[in-house]
């Protein structure tokens, strides 16, 4: 088995952060089963999954390290996704 | 205990795969904004329908393949990193696990699926089923596609060297995979949580 | 000689979809579709409404069509510069190209028909005639996936000197090739996103063809430059 020697592998920032999204899921999963219905859990479970594919994609992807510009159009995607989808949610 | 990806200490920016990679990824996280802007305009047309429909989901199955699909990622952060340091034997295994993941991830909506349409809710059910089973059919493609392209990587990694070109191409096949986890983070909650 | 007529030939895809937005989508006012689940009356009523618009607008697209010849003889005989010879990808993107045109031309041909007299006819008869308009025009879009498919691999293996297909090609044809796929849907859906009038089945793909489109022409008109440009300065005989 590959085991612990795989893990030398993973970039610390990475495991952590996956240690974090794993978390954040089982956050969502509560407070979507037990909150249920109401708008401001909505738009935070919203947030939450727009934090998360940030995470995806800056520790997974490697866009940490990226140029500039690409970092910054993959960040303003996960916020824009989070506004748009908690707009329309919200107001329509 | 983990290290630091090896030559991680150079700040010099890179392009994780090449430029046409981050083409087709942003174009798709576009094309599937686009989706789930739909599936919210929808629902605002008929909450109560779509809440309730919402509840016959398999909440339990759709947290599973959340945790499956981020496991699977890791495995391939696992495997680039050590791809590059030339532990092939390593990298080799860990694709073959995310691509196990990518299984586990297809078998679990297959039974999601027939289970739903055993309850009487199939695609034409009303208009909550039929996105749910668009959005997630389309995702599920891009599954199929992603296992497939981690079967790609699988072969990759029986190459002693990997030229620049080469080397690319497999980040960009990485990234493939992370998008399309990225893609159900953001679906699980959309189609399971969201009331 | 032969490099300057692919560079006229190159704008002919370009030429199309101006042509088909004006003629097409302004004055046949044939986009928006109607529903797939509008009445055989409601058809024939706005057909009758709008019939020498309609025609009109047709006449002149399927006209529009036939720009695209050149185009996609360009292609092909692009595709065949990176494979050396007439090989599998070149001599499939000449099946698609072969197809392209025809595959806008009949299913216009049959809504020509449709447009014709529908005051005189059963809207029943009008109705079959416009349901086989939009499952032709968009299904066929198994060939439009196939070419783009070509392309990416044709972008992948490109080995020439100066390059014939950046390699970002290849990857805007992938994303193309995967949002025209779920057209084929349309046979299957009376409404909702996947109908011929449908945010997935129609609306997106239109957008990603039109920049297809476009990227294909700017690609061509690049790499068609840069080998004018790396010619010996003495007249080459072709």
Redesign the interface.
Known sequence: MSGPSALRFVPRRAGLSWLVLIAATLVSYTLGVDHGTGSVMVVVVLAIAAVKIRLVGLDFMELRSAPTPLRVAFEGYCLGLWGMLSGLYLFL | MTVSAPAALAPTRRIPG????W??LF??ML?FG??FA?FMVERAKAPEVFDVSRKTLHLGVGLVNTLVLLTSSLLVVVALGALRSGARFIAARAVALAMFCGGLFIALKVYEYTSLVADGHGIGAN?FY??YF?LTG?HLFHVCVGVGVLAFLLTQTRRRELSETRMA?VE?GTCFWHLVDLLWIVLFPLLYLVA | MDLKLQRIAAWGGIGMLALFFVFFMLIAKLIPPLSPTTSAQGIADFLTANKLRVRVGLAFSLLAACLALPWLATICVRVRRVEGQWGVLSVTQIFSGVIFVPGFLFPMMVMAAAAFRPEERDPQITQALSDVFWLMFIGIVGTLVVQALVLTTAS?IDRTEPRTF???????N??YA??AL?GGAVMIFND???AWNG??AFW?PLV?FSVWMVAVTAVLLQSISAEQAAQPLTAAAS
Do not use: C, K, N, S
Not at chain 2, 18 to 21: A, C, H, I, K
């Open positions: 090449e430029q046409g990679t083409v087709f174009g798709d094309v686009a989706f739909t208009h039929l996105y668009i389309v191409v960009g | 992948f950046p390699r970002w090609f290849g990857y805007l992938a994303w995967l949002l779920p909702g996103p996947l945010v997935f997106i990603a």
